[in-house]
């Protein structure tokens, strides 16, 4: 059962609302939890970083080189996360399109690719996998909503000792009404994809 | 955030640390709450503002945080009880109320929550207020979860009832902006104790010249010591748990969360005398006693400063006792600056009791190798923002009026941004008078930054001293403008200065989260209410050059700036244009979006320089992302070949 998970994404993609969706989801299965973030990269297009700690633990940090899963809704900021906190053999999970840095835009920094990242993970045995998440969440029936994908792909793919019900709970709570049903269909369909492509990954 | 569930109902829910506080506060009957934004607090009367009308108190965000503590502190001198909130810096603007209140202290419960910023992720400085709350003689409380968080603000309400003193909460910014889950209390039925009484309990009570007079009242507040160290004595917040070991470790607030976690991993649980500090001032004495004659060596973990490592040392040397106190600083592997983390921890304790080091060379290396592949990403303003037009204009105001070394002074907010200075990592810096450096983007543009409100003065007394190099101009927000600029401004008007003063107005308090500012015209409860004229202020102020322009219109803007800065003597471009992320909130339709023409463009990078993270330059052209680009038309009014238009 995982219980030290990173969240990463840009400051705006909503992976803070991911990291808290699982956290809320862990609350009502009676678990204790600890969601270490900060929210200054959030909407001026930092990156973003929350540590998920269920279970175990007091401090609100998960330690370098100690997280079990990093779920990544970009890739640099998934290499980024991995490279500091990715534990030997661990699992990073990653939607495959890129948002590009500003200092990538103009020209000052290179982007690294999707193989480079591979080969980097496979280096300390870790394990990676990236999806298309923004077509599901565009088939589900709004982009905003591949945080969703994710979350739904991270409960099928991994042992969280989690109930399903928990997680679409949480997400009731969480959306505003008129979105919810979008929400869970993104939920859904991350949930088939996971079950579809990963069935391996469960620890 | 995910947790407001408190109209459902369950008793244990995921809360932000500052939901908590926000919590802890309703469940201590408080009748009043004050903040001004500052991250990261701001949560707490976020929090307060979006659940009010399930309660009866009164909620608002405040002009500036002294006059957000005034606030509170006039409800607790008619018997209410109140809250305010504010981060780190915000308690040096509130520090001359914050020192003299306890010269008489309060009779409704005042908590003062401040929340620091340990590796200054959202700050200018990782000042440790708990000094400050030493420094003003009251009861300083710091919890280490948002468990803790909520309890102790509403214990924190009874204590200063009792010991009649506003009580200080500090919190940090792996509390506050931490989740966790919280068990929720219960919430009483508010009494009434309203009421004034200017000799309640001492003649001239809440008059600080009043007899006894100041020295009087500084004995009376000397004297409530004695019963802060009792309420130290007795808190459940400290704890002793002796082993018989040789070495204890004593964990302040967040610090023993970080001891707990190593001891479990090092499984030295049962070798360690362990302490919880909840109280760091005063410090429960009588239970550190027991700590430091049964250990030889004790560890201190905390967050900030070394403050309740120097405490303990002078308690040891008043005992007598030999025990030696190891803290942070020279000689252990954690800094006095930065913030506090697992590996830190782990590597002194682990240090001091030969264990090993978790990290493997083998690890490092592989980090090493790795971590140019990494491109860094900076924040930047957003697609569409206003000020990427504002200072746009700026610079071309300044090659208009022509050469030389002008000083930007700048101030907090999104706009300070214009001074991260992304792309200036290779900067040489040198010794030279006076030396102009290239303004290649939005984010070098900003020259001096340091505190709300500071540009403008620090404008006046560059010109005052003769500065004659080049202009001299100072850039504040529609925020800041009340908060800290108002005295700044009449001082300029007044001493003539010859400086340019643009105020970025965008309508909200935005950094921060979008909180209203004296501008927008609404409450912190979302309520309609008056929305002030900065332009209006300045003129009646007796400036004589004030101007109003949008932003986004760079022609007019670029105009007005150049002749701000030609007038001799002061002079306020206002540049007002809503928040682009505010406004994108509230359109209902799609919006157009921006296009580059291939064909047109002959990759001058103009537009690149604007600074806007919706334009990329990819394979040779320039490219604009569909999904951040909001439709402002700032790239389409700066490209040099008319190559960009609507899509």
């Known amino acids: 059962m995982l219980q030290k998970i990173g969240v990463a994404g840009v400051g705006g993609q909503g992976s803070i609302l991911v990291s808290h969706l699982l956290a809320a989801a862990a609350i009502k299965a009676s678990m204790k939890v600890r969601v270490g973030e900060t929210f200054g990269g959030a909407m001026r297009g930092g990156p973003v970083f929350s540590h998920v700690k269920i279970g175990e633990g007091e401090s609100p940090l998960i330690g370098e080189c100690e997280a079990e899963l990093i779920l990544s809704l970009e890739p640099l900021e998934g290499f980024r996360a991995a490279v500091r906190f990715l534990s030997e053999g661990g699992w990073l999970v990653s939607n495959t399109r890129p948002w590009y840095p500003l200092e990538v835009n103009v020209g000052y920094t290179q982007y690294p690719t999707i193989n480079e990242i591979k080969v980097a993970i496979s280096e300390i045995e870790g394990k990676c996998f990236f999806l298309d998440a923004i077509d599901l969440a565009v088939r589900a029936g709004n982009i905003k909503t591949m945080n969703v994908v994710m979350l739904g792909t991270m409960y099928s793919a991994f042992d969280l000792g989690i109930d399903e019900g928990f997680f679409r709970e949480a997400i009731m709570d969480a959306v505003p009404p008129s979105t919810l049903k979008t929400n869970l269909k993104a939920f859904n369909l991350g949930v088939q994809y996971g079950e579809l492509r990963f069935p391996k990954a469960r620890s | 955030m995910v947790g407001g569930e408190w109209a459902k109902k369950r008793r244990r829910v995921l809360l932000l640390g500052n939901q908590a506080i926000a919590r802890g506060a309703i469940e201590g009957g408080i009748g009043v709450a004050s903040a ?187 004297e409530r010591q004695a019963q802060l160290q009792q309420v130290a004595e007795e808190s459940i917040y400290n704890s002793v748990h002796l082993v018989g070991a040789s070495t204890g470790i004593v964990g302040a607030g967040i610090g023993y969360a970080y001891v707990l976690d190593v001891l479990d991993e090092l499984e030295l649980n049962s070798q360690i005398n362990l302490a919880k500090v909840g109280t760091p001032y005063p410090l429960p004495a009588t239970k550190l006693q027991r700590l430091l004659e049964s250990s030889k060596q004790v560890i201190v973990v905390e967050e900030g400063e070394p403050f309740v490592e120097e405490s303990i040392k002078q308690l040891a040397q008043r005992l007598d006792c030999r025990c030696k106190i190891i803290g942070k600083g020279a000689g252990s592997p954690i800094p006095l600056y930065g913030e506090l983390t697992p590996e830190l921890v782990r590597d002194q304790i682990a240090g001091i009791l030969e264990r090993s080091l978790r990290k493997s060379t083998k690890r490092r290396q592989w980090e090493k190798r790795w971590k140019d592949r990494i491109s860094s990403r900076s924040s930047t303003l957003c697609p569409g923002c206003p000020h990427l037009g504002a200072y746009w204009s700026l610079r071309k105001a300044l090659e208009r009026v022509g050469g030389n070394v002008p000083i930007i002074n700048g101030d907090i907010g999104c706009y300070e941004q214009g001074g991260y200075g992304v792309f200036s990592q290779q ?36 010109r005052k001293a003769g500065y004659c190099d080049g202009p001299v101009v100072a850039v504040v927000g529609d925020s800041t403008f009340f908060h800290a600029a108002m005295p700044a401004v009449v001082n300029a008007i007044l001493n003539d200065a010859d400086i340019a003063l643009l105020v970025l107005d965008n309508k909200w308090t935005s950094m921060t989260g979008h909180q209203p500012s004296p501008v927008t015209g609404r409450t912190a409860e979302g309520k309609k209410s008056r929305a002030l004229n900065i332009a209006a202020i300045c003129k009646s102020f007796g400036a004589e050059f004030v101007r109003e322009v949008d932003p986004y219109d760079i022609n007019e803007s670029t105009i007005a700036i150049e002749a701000a800065i030609r007038h001799k003597g002061f002079g306020v471009v206002i540049l007002q244009r809503e928040c682009a992320l505010q406004r994108v909130r509230s359109r209902r339709k799609e919006t157009k979006v921006m296009q580059v023409d291939e064909e047109a463009c002959v990759e001058c990078k103009a537009c690149l320089q604007l600074g806007c993270p919706a334009i990329r330059f990819r394979n040779g052209k320039v490219n604009i992302d569909e999904l951040l680009c909001v439709g402002c038309g700032l790239c389409k009014r700066i490209c040099t070949m008319a190559g960009i238009t609507d899509r």
């Open chain 2, 36 to 222: 001004y934004p500052g991250t990261p607090s701001s949560e707490i009367i976020g929090e307060l503002a979006r659940v009010s009308r399930d309660y009866r108190y009164y909620v608002e965000w405040s002009t500036n945080e002294k006059v957000a503590l005034e606030i509170a502190a006039g409800a607790a001198l008619v018997g209410v009880r109140a809250i305010v909130a504010m981060k780190n810096a915000g308690l040096n603007v509130a520090l001359d109320t914050f020192m003299t209140l306890p010269y008489g202290g309060v009779r409704g419960g005042l908590v003062i929550v401040v929340a620091d910023d340990p590796g200054a992720h959202y700050s200018s400085t990782e000042q440790d207020t708990r000094r400050l709350g030493a420094y003003a003689r009251i009861l300083c409380l710091e919890p280490s979860t948002p468990q803790e968080s909520k309890d102790m603000t509403r214990i924190a309400l009874e204590i200063s009832e009792e010991t009649e003193l506003p009580v200080l909460l500090r919190s940090i910014t792996r509390v506050s902006h931490s989740s966790a889950d919280v068990v929720l209390g219960e919430i009483p039925k508010r009494e009434g104790a309203l009421g004034f009484n200017k000799h309640w309990g001492m003649p001239y009570r809440w008059n600080v010249y009043g007899s006894p007079g100041a020295v009087g009242k500084h004995r009376w507040l000397e």
């Open chain 2, 427 to 462: 900067v040489t810096a040198t010794s030279d008078v006076s030396r102009m450096y290239q303004i290649s983007s939005s984010y070098e543009i900003l020259d001096t930054n340091y505190v709300m409100g500071s540009g403008i003065g620090l404008s006046q007394g560059e």
